[in-house]
Every structure is written in structure tokens, then in C-alpha cells.
T-cell receptor, first 111, second 114 residues
Framework: EDKVVQSPLSLVVHEGDTVTLNCSYE??????LLWYKQEKKAPTFLFML????IEKKSGRLSSILDKKELFSILNITATQTGDSAVYLC???????????FGTGTRLKVLA | EADIYQTPRYLVIGTGKKITLECSQT?????MYWYQQDPGMELHLIHY???????EKGDLSSESTVSRIRTEHFPLTLESARPSHTSQYLC?????????????FGPGTRLTVT
């Protein structure tokens, strides 16, 4: 089944904490995996991961993909209240350009 | 900055009405998508298009239709709105030939069917 599973579903932390969000997928015909941040409205792009073991980094956010174990993680260090959002991951299956989204992880960062 | 637009942004309409949600992008992207998203829930793919005159149904067609007569324009039509169609509708586009699978999203249309 073509499915993307994210965990945890929700998370509440305090400013300064480090969080790790998980995304696993269930089929092996994989093209790429993307992470998005969604606040009130439309998702905004964070990372695209295609190769295993190569960390993508942007400021306090980083992400890595493990194609053998079929998962990716998104790390946020020194969290701030502005990081509060839903974080979505999406997989693109090889042979198509359809995006399968997970349910998202709702992160709330308390001051 | 993404140049993808959706109108209207908010719409309240009665059951049985026919409505068209507009989506336009000025980036020349071939691939365009419609998603439905209920509050706090995942995005469900309704329809997608890989280019002019190409349209496909997604996992959740929700009694809607789309057309792709021009590259930049991908409208979604509900022939007869029902309360179950109340949701947020997001349009997106991408162009993998530019070396990325990033999808650019429009601001969304929040639809309420009474």
C-alpha cells in the first residue's frame, strides 16, 4: 500500500528544546521525499531528499533520509515559538509525479 | 516567491449549487494538482494534470471535475455542492524538469456549503 506515516501526531515542547519528527513510507518504488511546514494556510517547502544518508540543513532545521529502512527524520534544534506549525512529509513514487502526504505532526512550542 | 493564485479565498454557498474554484500559476509549470484538506487533517489528492489536455483523478475525486486548456490555468468544478464538500481546497504546481520536485502551493480556498 502506498502510505506515508508520521509520528508523533502532536508534540508540545518548550522554547530551546530539540525535537525529532519521523516520517516512514511503506513502498519501495521511491522517487523523492519532501518536508513542508504548514502554519495557518498553505504548506511551505523545507527540504527535498532523494539520496540516503545525505543531511540537508537550513539554519536550525535538518533532515536526513534512510532509503533502506524507508524513513526520514526532521530535526529542529533550539525551538522557538515561531516553529509552531504542522510539519508534513510527502513521498513521490517513481514512475509518477503524484505526491502522497502523511497526516502531519502538529508541533506546539511554548514560550 | 511562488506565483500561484486561487480565487475565491472564501466561499459560502448553498447545497446544490454549481461552483468553480480558480487556480492560476505564472511559472510555466506543467504539473498542477488539487488537494482537499479538512482542519488538522492530511492533504488528499483530488485531481492532477501533467500538462495541457491531461487530467487524472486522484484518490478523492469528490464528485468534481477539472480542465486544463491552458498551461497556467487549472479550475476545479463542483457540479452540485454538498455539505460534505465543506473543506479547504489547495492548488499546487511543480516542474521537475527544473531539478526539484518542490510543489508550490496557492493560498487556498475555504469552502463552506450550507
Amino acid at each position: 500500500e502506498d502510505k506515508v506515516v508520521q509520528s508523533p501526531l502532536s508534540l508540545v515542547v518548550h522554547e530551546g528544546d530539540t525535537v525529532t519528527l519521523n516520517c516512514s513510507y511503506e513502498v519501495t518504488n521511491f522517487r523523492s521525499l519532501l518536508w513542508y511546514k504548514q502554519e495557518k494556510k498553505a504548506p511551505t517547502f523545507l527540504f527535498m531528499l532523494t539520496s540516503s544518508g545525505i543531511e540537508k540543513k537550513s539554519g536550525r532545521l535538518s533532515s536526513i533520509l534512510d532509503k533502506k529502512e524507508l524513513f526520514s527524520i526532521l530535526n529542529i534544534t533550539a525551538t522557538q515559538t515561531g516553529d509552531s506549525a504542522v510539519y508534513l512529509c510527502a513521498k513521490i513514487t517513481s514512475g509518477t509525479y503524484k505526491y502522497i502526504f502523511g497526516t502531519g505532526t502538529r508541533l506546539k512550542v511554548l514560550a | 516567491e511562488a506565483d500561484i493564485y486561487q480565487t475565491p479565498r472564501y466561499l459560502v454557498i448553498g447545497t446544490g449549487k454549481k461552483i468553480t474554484l480558480e487556480c492560476s500559476q505564472t511559472m510555466g509549470h506543467d504539473k498542477m494538482y488539487w488537494y482537499q484538506q479538512d482542519p488538522g487533517m492530511e492533504l488528499h489528492l483530488i485531481h492532477y494534470s501533467y500538462g495541457v489536455n491531461s487530467t487524472e483523478k486522484g484518490d478523492l475525486s469528490s464528485e468534481s471535475t477539472v480542465s486544463r486548456i491552458r498551461t497556467e490555468h487549472f479550475p476545479l468544478t463542483l457540479e452540485s455542492a454538498r455539505p460534505s464538500h465543506t473543506s479547504q481546497y489547495l492548488c499546487a504546481s511543480s516542474d521537475p524538469t527544473r531539478g526539484t520536485y518542490e510543489q508550490y502551493f496557492g493560498p487556498g480556498t475555504r469552502l463552506t456549503v450550507t
